[in-house]
């Protein structure tokens, strides 16, 4: 849906970075193999380099984030742009001006790129509609739409630990239903070409016609994980207890909760990952996160690499480019 | 004024009348059919040669979105966009700005239908005081001052004790209750039908059952309580399964469809397109073709233009945060007769629809041409063809689903009361 017309140039390149749904194979490896080219620039000494010099990025939050944001910001001083932090939710939409009149507001003051992170399914999309031409939007994160940053550094994760993506079976386990996280990171796995995608999750926490996206559905974690390459666990919100969705954390720790014993059944050499921030004892013991397997905190610094890939790949710039200069 | 139709296909299903003939009108009513009355002598002459001559449409279900929300439509503006497309009778939901739940309000609708002169508009009353779903509305009082019929509009009643009381009620006031049957608790806030879709755009899905459960929940209490029940816009197949299982039954039960889904479906949503963001919701195509299908059957006797013209700001935002309804007044005609030109209803079963059945179901002398009838009609150019184009929309609502579409056909003319209120060649 949030395919290849809005997202790209008429060159065929990136414009916006809106959805993992719809891109090439081609293009989802080329940003792994830009990312690849960023992520040894936080190691050196001066970790900048002036490849977005002279360019604004606005970073547009309309829900509350700190690490996205915090990666996003860390991203665009990394390529020298210039970056303002915008809380939405606190400043103008609740005192009643319009997205577009917001939207309007920034590009009044020059912005190149807006990172929009949003409650509602969509908005980045809506937002990529609005803009001037030569603005480039990147979602950070909309409903439970699509993250695709996130999925990317998890693919960029999956590809520097597994080599290929061709053999790989992976299992994504927990809230699916109101995951932006698990819809981008489905769409990305099966266009790089992963043997299969498990949903591991209880009826309530799995949307309807999931199927329709390619992937297996299981409703137990044992018989799940059989097998398995790669398990991606995602965070499970507090307030979905609320409801009639769940019991209670115990009971779902007991039935899906990442443990040392449930880990063994899935392949010896299969990688634990988690988007963050993790509830400990509700989806993975501190066994599990802490252990050998996981590569949780990789994921975290190859959330920058990624950022700076998409950011300059949306700006028409890449790597290539700077070393020509230099 | 005198005037005299000629040369027209005249259809009128009530009448099982299809035959080229004349129609003569005089002082507001229809004087004569086919044949010339002695001394007619006619002001004005309409060639109708090669058009199809109907009754004025009825439309069961349009928001004119006066009182209250002017910005987006008055009686005068919608009126005038309701004409273009032959309809000369509005029904008019109570969900109004104050709500039709006093005779100042259906007085003060009748006021402005009158300055307008463009239609008849036919209120329907609140079931609920303020459409609170807890306090019976002054049925009664309505009915005095002109209501047609009484409805919650979009408020669910959860309180099932207070649905018997209010079907009960009604009853015994002789109204039909217009119900919306969507179950709020299921609904759970959802914005498109629950499927691969919603999962896919991640928007909050309406399951089916949304709809299904509060229609097995109405049918019960019908049942009960004998009222006169008429479900507004179905979206279902299964709903209209149900429907049809409790006229088996012989339940006075009716039901209509809005044309957009009919039309539509899920898919056309595609990137977000939020003027498809409709209540009901558009649903898979095995529910349009459903909905179809229980047009056919007799389960359902009226399609709707459930018109919802809005402002620009209302439909400008990420699709969760728009208002939902499409503005559709002016297409309802055109579009039914796609239906018709893709074989997928007859054309006298596509006008009935329009007419002499949603009048049925109001229970007014609406719909047919009879002698001695008011004399509102519709003549449609079947060879005039037209693209849609929201910049030029008569409707101040420019929301329609249906931009870029091609329609054949389109009204040339529109009389209400035996005097012109539309002619298209004005409008070029």
């Given at each position: 849906?949030?395919?290849?017309?809005i997202?790209?140039?008429?060159?065929?390149?990136?414009k916006?970075?809106?959805?993992?749904?719809?891109?090439?194979?081609s293009?989802?490896?080329?940003?792994?193999d830009?990312?690849?080219?960023?992520?040894?620039?936080?190691?050196r000494?001066?970790?900048?380099?002036p490849?977005?010099?002279?360019?604004?990025?606005?970073?547009?939050?309309?829900?509350?984030?700190?690490?996205?944001?915090?990666?996003?910001?860390?991203?665009?001083?990394?390529?020298?742009?210039?970056i303002?932090?915008?809380?939405?939710?606190?400043?103008?939409t609740?005192?009643?001006?319009?997205l577009?009149?917001?939207?309007?507001?920034?590009e009044?003051?020059?912005?190149?790129?807006?990172v929009?992170?949003?409650?509602?399914s969509?908005?980045?999309?809506?937002i990529?509609?609005?803009?001037?031409?030569?603005?480039?939007?990147?979602?950070?994160?909309?409903?439970?739409?699509?993250?695709?940053?996130?999925?990317?550094?998890?693919?960029?994760?999956?590809?520097?630990?597994?080599?290929?993506?061709e053999?790989?079976?992976?299992?994504?386990v927990?809230?699916?239903?109101?995951?932006?996280?698990?819809?981008?990171?489905?769409?990305?796995?099966?266009?790089?070409?992963?043997?299969?995608?498990?949903?591991?999750?209880?009826?309530?926490?799995?949307?309807?016609?999931?199927?329709?996206?390619g992937?297996?559905?299981?409703?137990?974690?044992?018989?799940?994980?059989?097998g398995?390459?790669?398990?991606?666990?995602?965070r499970?919100?507090?307030?979905?207890?609320?409801g009639?969705?769940?019991?209670?954390?115990?009971?779902?720790?007991?039935?899906y909760g990442?443990?040392?014993e449930?880990?063994?059944?899935?392949?010896?050499?299969?990688?634990?990952?988690?988007?963050g921030?993790i509830?400990?004892?509700?989806?993975?013991?501190?066994?599990?996160?802490?252990?050998?397997?996981?590569?949780?905190?990789?994921q975290?610094?190859?959330?920058?690499?990624?950022?700076?890939?998409?950011?300059?790949m949306?700006?028409?710039?890449?790597?290539?480019?700077?070393?020509?200069?230099? | 004024?005198?005037?005299?139709i000629?040369?027209?296909?005249?259809?009128?299903?009530?009448?099982?009348?299809?035959?080229?003939?004349d129609?003569f009108?005089?002082?507001g009513?229809?004087v004569?059919?086919?044949?010339?009355p002695?001394?007619?002598?006619?002001d004005?002459?309409?060639?109708?040669?090669?058009?199809?001559?109907?009754?004025?449409?009825?439309?069961?279900?349009?928001?004119?979105?006066?009182p209250?929300?002017?910005?987006?439509?008055?009686?005068?503006?919608e009126?005038?966009a309701?004409?273009s497309?032959?309809?000369?009778?509005?029904?008019?939901?109570?969900?109004?700005?104050p709500?039709?739940?006093?005779?100042?309000?259906i007085?003060?609708?009748?006021?402005?239908?009158?300055d307008?002169?463009?239609?008849?508009?036919?209120?329907?009353?609140?079931?609920?005081?303020?459409?609170?779903?807890?306090?019976?509305?002054?049925?009664?009082?309505?009915k005095?001052?002109?209501?047609?019929?009484?409805?919650?509009?979009?408020?669910?009643?959860?309180?099932?004790?207070?649905?018997?009381?209010?079907?009960?009620y009604?009853h015994?006031?002789?109204?039909?209750?217009?119900?919306?049957?969507?179950?709020?608790?299921l609904?759970?806030?959802?914005?498109?039908?629950e499927g691969?879709?919603s999962?896919?755009?991640?928007?909050?899905?309406?399951?089916e059952?949304?709809?299904?459960?509060?229609?097995?929940?109405?049918?019960?209490?019908?049942?009960q309580?004998?009222v006169h029940?008429?479900?507004c816009?179905?979206?279902?197949?299964?709903?209209?399964?149900?429907i049809?299982?409790?006229?088996?039954?012989?339940?006075?039960i009716?039901?209509?469809?809005?044309?957009?889904?009919?039309?539509?479906?899920?898919?056309?949503i595609?990137?977000?397109n939020?003027?498809?963001?409709?209540?009901?919701?558009?649903?898979?195509?095995?529910?349009?073709?459903?909905?179809?299908?229980g047009?056919?059957?007799?389960?359902?006797?009226?399609?709707?233009?459930?018109?919802?013209p809005?402002?620009?700001?209302?439909?400008?935002?990420?699709?969760?945060?728009?208002?939902s309804?499409?503005?559709?007044?002016?297409?309802?005609?055109?579009l039914?007769m796609?239906?018709?030109?893709?074989?997928?209803?007859k054309?006298?079963?596509?006008?009935s629809?329009?007419?002499?059945?949603?009048?049925?179901?109001?229970?007014?002398d609406?719909?047919?041409?009879?002698?001695?009838?008011?004399?509102?009609?519709?003549?449609?150019?079947?060879?005039?063809?037209?693209?849609?184009?929201?910049?030029?929309?008569?409707?101040?609502?420019?929301?329609?689903?249906?931009?870029?579409?091609?329609?054949?056909?389109?009204?040339?003319?529109?009389?209400?009361?035996?005097?012109?209120?539309?002619d298209r060649?004005?409008?070029?």
């Amino acid at each position: 849906m949030t395919g290849n017309i809005i997202q790209l140039d008429n060159n065929g390149n990136l414009k916006h970075f809106l959805s993992t749904e719809g891109l090439s194979q081609s293009l989802l490896q080329s940003i792994l193999d830009h990312a690849e080219s960023f992520a040894g620039v936080g190691e050196r000494a001066v970790k900048k380099i002036p490849l977005l010099r002279g360019k604004t990025i606005a970073n547009l939050f309309f829900e509350p984030s700190t690490r996205t944001r915090t990666t996003f910001e860390l991203a665009a001083k990394r390529l020298s742009a210039d970056i303002l932090n915008l809380n939405i939710s606190t400043s103008a939409t609740s005192k009643g001006e319009t997205l577009s009149d917001t939207l309007h507001t920034l590009e009044a003051m020059h912005c190149d790129m807006f990172v929009v992170r949003h409650a509602n399914s969509g908005a980045a999309h809506y937002i990529a509609t609005q803009v001037a031409p030569h603005i480039s939007v990147i979602n950070a994160g909309d409903g439970r739409h699509a993250h695709p940053t996130q999925a990317m550094l998890d693919m960029f994760t999956i590809r520097r630990h597994k080599k290929s993506f061709e053999n790989l079976r992976v299992a994504i386990v927990g809230d699916i239903l109101h995951s932006r996280v698990a819809r981008s990171e489905i769409h990305a796995l099966n266009t790089l070409g992963v043997l299969e995608t498990r949903i591991i999750a209880p009826h309530t926490l799995v949307p309807k016609g999931v199927e329709d996206l390619g992937v297996q559905v299981y409703n137990d974690m044992d018989t799940g994980l059989e097998g398995i390459d790669v398990i991606m666990m995602l965070r499970l919100q507090k307030e979905r207890m609320r409801g009639a969705l769940l019991p209670s954390e115990q009971e779902y720790f007991q039935r899906y909760g990442l443990t040392s014993e449930r880990l063994a059944i899935a392949k010896p050499d299969a990688i634990v990952m988690h988007p963050g921030p993790i509830n400990r004892g509700v989806e993975i013991s501190s066994e599990v996160a802490d252990g050998e397997q996981s590569v949780i905190l990789q994921q975290v610094s190859h959330g920058i690499a990624i950022r700076m890939a998409v950011m300059a790949m949306t700006m028409g710039r890449s790597n290539d480019d700077m070393e020509n200069t230099e | 004024m005198r005037i005299h139709i000629e040369g027209g296909r005249l259809l009128d299903p009530a009448n099982n009348l299809d035959a080229k003939q004349d129609l003569f009108i005089a002082d507001g009513k229809i004087v004569s059919i086919k044949k010339k009355p002695d001394g007619f002598d006619s002001d004005l002459q309409i060639n109708a040669k090669d058009k199809i001559v109907l009754p004025g449409l009825v439309d069961l279900c349009a928001r004119l979105r006066e009182p209250g929300l002017e910005y987006k439509g008055t009686i005068q503006t919608e009126s005038l966009a309701a004409n273009s497309s032959g309809i000369t009778s509005i029904c008019c939901p109570p969900d109004t700005d104050p709500v039709i739940d006093t005779p100042a309000i259906i007085e003060l609708i009748h006021q402005r239908s009158r300055d307008a002169e463009r239609t008849n508009i036919y209120p329907l009353g609140a079931l609920t005081k303020d459409l609170n779903s807890e306090h019976l509305a002054e049925m009664h009082i309505l009915k005095q001052a002109g209501c047609v019929g009484v409805s919650n509009a979009y408020n669910a009643i959860d309180n099932a004790e207070v649905l018997r009381r209010a079907f009960e009620y009604a009853h015994s006031c002789n109204l039909t209750v217009f119900l919306y049957a969507e179950d709020h608790a299921l609904k759970n806030n959802g914005v498109v039908h629950e499927g691969a879709l919603s999962t896919r755009l991640g928007l909050p899905p309406i399951p089916e059952t949304a709809e299904t459960v509060a229609i097995c929940r109405a049918i019960l209490l019908a049942e009960q309580t004998q009222v006169h029940l008429h479900f507004c816009r179905l979206s279902t197949a299964r709903g209209v399964q149900l429907i049809k299982a409790a006229q088996a039954q012989g339940l006075p039960i009716t039901a209509d469809v809005a044309i957009c889904n009919l039309l539509l479906t899920e898919m056309d949503i595609a990137d977000y397109n939020s003027d498809c963001h409709l209540q009901p919701p558009l649903r898979s195509e095995r529910d349009r073709s459903g909905l179809i299908a229980g047009i056919n059957d007799g389960t359902i006797t009226a399609v709707c233009s459930d018109h919802q013209p809005h402002d620009v700001d209302a439909k400008a935002a990420p699709f969760s945060l728009t208002e939902s309804g499409a503005s559709t007044i002016e297409h309802l005609l055109p579009l039914m007769m796609h239906l018709v030109n893709r074989e997928e209803l007859k054309l006298e079963k596509a006008i009935s629809l329009l007419t002499s059945q949603p009048a049925n179901i109001l229970s007014i002398d609406k719909g047919s041409l009879e002698e001695g009838k008011d004399a509102d009609v519709c003549i449609f150019d079947n060879e005039e063809s037209t693209s849609i184009d929201k910049d030029n929309l008569l409707s101040i609502g420019k929301n329609t689903p249906f931009n870029g579409w091609e329609t054949q056909g389109a009204v040339s003319h529109t009389l209400l009361n035996g005097r012109v209120v539309f002619d298209r060649s004005e409008f070029k």
